[in-house]
């Protein structure tokens, strides 16, 4: 089984619409990390929580990590055609000695 | 197995030595990166191949050298280490935007 869950595993959007992307784990995470792939690049960091309630904004996308460090979701604001791509969460584990990722969302923005 | 192998799955080597990181991938995938995973820290990218030619190199140091044979073989030979290298080494594979798959990782000591 999958350590970590991501949902939806697609989504397709209007420009301009909010949408969540949720990551969800059964063990709690050490660290949880967001990062977005763009189509044949390598994976760009976008955040890093790692306490319960933490929430972090960078322009128009914001992550929160829920109390009991289980479960995060990736908010984006006023979606745009440049926030296309897949996003996947990842998370340590433990000491930091496992690390995972999620299975992935893939997001399509329609102008 | 998510398809992507990794070996060794542990490694513990000292400065002085030379070892190398091996990753293989039978998913038909024509990207192929190795990635850089410490503890508290985002990944790092370090070396990017597309059809077996080296698209980007991350200001990876020179005791890191990467070779990619064909497709479907990723090396990482390692040479005069520093403790600080001391991380988990991740391989990944893609096809264009899709298919974004990751091995299980190398652990390395450096001693």
């Known amino acids: 089984s999958q350590e970590l869950e991501q949902s939806p595993q697609s989504l397709i959007v209007q420009e301009g619409k909010n949408l969540t992307i949720n990551c969800t784990s059964s063990?709690?995470?050490?660290?949880l990390y967001w990062y977005k792939q763009k189509y044949g690049e390598g994976l760009i960091f976008l955040m890093m929580?790692?306490?319960?309630?933490e929430e972090k904004s960078h322009e128009k996308i914001t992550a929160k990590l829920d109390e009991k460090k289980q479960q995060s979701s990736l908010h984006i604001t006023a979606s745009q055609p440049s926030h296309a791509g897949i996003y996947l969460c990842?998370?340590?584990?433990?000491?930091?000695?496992?690390?995972?990722f999620g299975t992935g969302t893939s997001l399509t923005v329609i102008p | 197995e998510t398809g992507v192998t990794q070996t060794p799955r542990h490694l513990v080597m000292g400065m002085t030595n030379k070892k190398s990181l091996k990753c293989e991938q039978h998913?038909?995938?024509?990207?192929m990166y190795w990635y850089k995973q410490s503890a508290k820290k985002p990944l790092e990218l370090m070396f990017v191949?597309?059809?077996?030619?080296?698209?980007e190199n991350n200001s990876v140091p020179s005791r890191f050298s990467p070779e990619c044979p064909n497709s479907s073989h990723l090396f990482l030979h390692l040479h005069t280490l520093q403790p600080e290298d001391s991380a988990l080494y991740l391989c990944?594979?893609?096809?264009?935007?899709?298919?974004?798959?990751f091995g299980s990782g190398t652990r390395l000591t450096v001693v």
């Open positions: 929580l790692q306490k319960g309630g």
């Open positions: 063990k709690t995470l050490y660290g």
């Open positions: 990842g998370a340590d584990r433990d000491t930091g000695n496992q690390f995972y």
């Open positions: 998913l038909g995938h024509n990207a």
């Open positions: 191949y597309n059809f077996k030619e080296q698209t």
């Open positions: 990944a594979s893609s096809l264009g935007g899709s298919g974004y798959t």
